[in-house]
């Protein structure tokens, strides 16, 4: 939102700064992103936040969504309802402060009317129906789950270990990391990984696996002990605005964030280079999957181990890295 809440002299900020990530009329977004897939042949699925559109228009919206598309991207759905509730207030009064940013938050009939207002949305940007869902803030519990399913949302990618006690499942999920069948509509949880490094904003000492989080060392680690195990899924995440330096809110200058983006780059090359051993697939695919097999239920998974120097050695280093210079 850019500080727009609470600021009536900010707006939101658009996809020129915070999709694109434009330096230089460079794109270090969206843009870089897609490059650095389509040189190993990769597919990725980039979840799109849908209410921005009531803020920005439908146009520019429709831009980037075709972009992804053409690209050859899967794209599916994504929801921070701060967007929503600005396109809603009165345009003379104070911006103060979103109700809540999370759909898992609403309550009653108002939940499964804003999800189907986004499904409206998305399937006017896209041109098909998401099949596939991630929320906002990864914040999710049951009764959104049946709201996915009555919308024919195959899967949700919500479940973040690391943050339990934030409202991402908060009663828990059992076997980490694994795909699971909840509620008619199947989950599944970000790859967590177990650090000895004691953090007070991971929970457990679990942190998701990010390009952001975890180093390169960290990221090839998860992998190979993923497929050690016989682990059938790995799901990483990362965002469009990941690879830059922004310094301010407002994304008014950036620079390159260059340790995040080889980081982002050596796990596409690794992945590309073992191809025997890992299937890079777009969780669209995954839904596809799953909508023809539905006994494919894995229970199969396992929760990599770091160790405490190399996390400790990736926190020095992030530290230095948030400055920006």
Known sequence: MGGAWGNSNLRPVGADRRIYCYIDGKSHGIGWICKELNARNLKATFFAEVFGALIFGE?????????????????????????????????????????????????????????????????????????A???????????????????????????????????????????????????????????????????????????????TSLSRWELQKVLDDSHASGATHVCIAFHSFHGVKPKDVQYTKMKPDRIVQRRFEFLLDYLAANQDRFHVSTVGELAGQ????????????????????????RKLVQGINSIYF
Not at 73 to 83: G, K, R
Not at 84 to 89: A, I, L
Not at 290 to 313: C, I, N, W, Y
């Open 133 to 211: 869902y991630r929320a906002g803030n990864w914040r999710m519990d049951r009764r959104l789950l049946q709201d996915l399913r009555a919308q024919g949302i195959v899967l949700d990618t919500s479940f973040n270990r690391g943050i339990q006690g934030s409202g991402s499942f908060d009663e828990g999920l059992d076997p980490l990391n694994a795909l699971q069948f909840i509620e008619g509509i199947w989950e599944l949880p970000v790859t967590v990984a177990h650090q000895g490094l004691p953090v007070d904003s991971v929970a457990d000492g679990l942190r998701a696996v990010t390009a």
């Open 59 to 131: 146009d520019e919206t429709r831009e980037w969504f075709q972009y992804l598309l053409d690209q050859g991207q899967d794209v599916q759905l994504h929801t921070h309802l701060s967007f929503y509730f600005f396109s809603q207030r009165a345009p003379s009064g104070p911006n103060s402060r979103a109700p809540t940013d999370n759909l898992a938050d609403i309550e009653g009939p108002l939940r499964g009317e804003l999800l189907e207002q986004a499904c409206e949305i998305f399937r006017r940007m896209a041109g098909y129906d998401p099949v």
């Open 290 to 313: 799953l909508q023809t097999q539905p006994d494919m239920e894995e229970r199969r998974a396992s929760v990599p181990k770091l160790g405490f120097f190399h996390p400790l050695a």
